[in-house]
């Protein structure tokens, strides 16, 4: 069984500054992977970053890099230099092999 | 890059009929999987294929069914349609099970 918790349904970050999104998740997997998903208004899902379990360094691209501490089980977002364009719902998700296991999502808003 | 095709993008039926959603991976992807987001929710697993054959199934009705083809699309057919079916469908194909999951852009049913 698995299951992602995302503790903070909304958050808001000035533009050009830093903003972190908390992503916990429990697994009996030994074998897994976690993303973050980006959700705009028009509804794609847009993948932003994948970390696997068994990597200790933890993922960047770009602006986006995440926390992985895999003995709190946790799974966090930071976008550095907010823009505009980051504004979404964003979906931390958790997978072994198959079905992406998904939080209930962060409301992201960036004030200009 | 080519990126997941879904059709139709909308789709608007009355309760008790059928409807037939397509997908087109990602070229060289083999497994397809589907999910299905309500209004606020998050995305939930539905069925995955890898190969050509079901390989997971999650809280999908009976009066739904899919498959997976010779040419690697796949289609959900939904029958005796509600209007709790109303929602988003997204499918995602990733290169083989454990990679990451690409979505298409989704297809919107409205049931009324």
Same mark, same amino acid.
């Given at each position: &069984?698995?299951?992602?918790? /995302?503790?903070?349904?909304?958050?808001?970050? /000035?533009?050009? %500054?830093?903003?972190?999104?908390?992503?916990?998740?429990?697994?009996?997997?030994?074998?897994?992977?976690?993303?973050?998903?980006?959700?705009?208004?028009?509804?794609?899902? $847009?993948?932003?970053? !994948?970390?696997?379990?068994?990597?200790?360094? @933890?993922?960047?691209? @770009? !602006? +986006?890099?995440?926390?992985?501490?895999?003995?709190?089980?946790?799974? *966090?977002?930071? $976008?550095?230099?907010?823009?505009?364009?980051?504004?979404?719902?964003? +979906?931390?998700?958790?997978?072994?092999?198959?079905?992406?296991?998904?939080?209930?999502?962060?409301?992201?808003?960036? @004030?200009? | 890059?080519?990126?997941? $095709?879904? *059709?139709? !993008?909308?789709? $608007?039926?009355?309760?008790?009929?059928?409807?037939?959603?397509?997908?087109?991976?990602?070229? !060289?992807?083999?497994?397809?999987?589907?999910?299905?987001?309500?209004?606020?929710?998050?995305?939930? +697993?539905?069925?995955?294929?890898?190969?050509?054959?079901?390989?997971?199934?999650?809280?999908?009705?009976?009066? +739904?069914? &899919?498959? /997976?083809?010779?040419?690697?699309?796949?289609?959900?057919?939904?029958? *005796?349609? %509600?209007? =709790?079916?109303?929602?988003?469908?997204?499918?995602?194909?990733?290169?083989?099970? *454990?990679?990451?999951?690409?979505? =298409?852009? =989704?297809?919107?049913?409205?049931?009324?």
């Amino acid at each position: &069984a698995q299951t992602v918790t /995302q503790s903070q349904p909304e958050m808001s970050v /000035q533009e050009a %500054e830093t903003v972190t999104l908390s992503c916990t998740y429990d697994t009996s997997e030994s074998d897994y992977y976690l993303f973050w998903y980006k959700q705009p208004p028009s509804r794609q899902m $847009i993948l932003v970053i !994948r970390q696997e379990a068994y990597k200790q360094q @933890n993922a960047t691209e @770009n !602006r +986006f890099s995440v926390n992985f501490q895999k003995a709190a089980k946790s799974f *966090s977002l930071k $976008i550095s230099d907010s823009q505009l364009g980051d504004a979404a719902m964003y +979906f931390c998700a958790g997978g072994g092999s198959e079905k992406l296991v998904f939080g209930k999502g962060t409301k992201l808003t960036v @004030n200009p | 890059a080519a990126g997941v $095709i879904q *059709s139709p !993008r909308h789709l $608007i039926k009355e309760k008790r009929e059928t409807a037939t959603l397509k997908c087109y991976p990602i070229p !060289r992807h083999d497994t397809v999987y589907w999910y299905q987001q309500g209004p606020g929710q998050d995305p939930q +697993f539905l069925i995955s294929f890898y190969e050509k054959m079901q390989s997971d199934k999650g809280s999908i009705p009976d009066r +739904f069914s &899919a498959q /997976q083809f010779s040419d690697y699309h796949s289609e959900l057919n939904m029958s *005796s349609l %509600e209007l =709790g079916d109303s929602a988003l469908y997204f499918c995602a194909s990733s290169l083989s099970p *454990s990679y990451e999951q690409y979505f =298409g852009p =989704g297809t919107r049913l409205t049931v009324t």
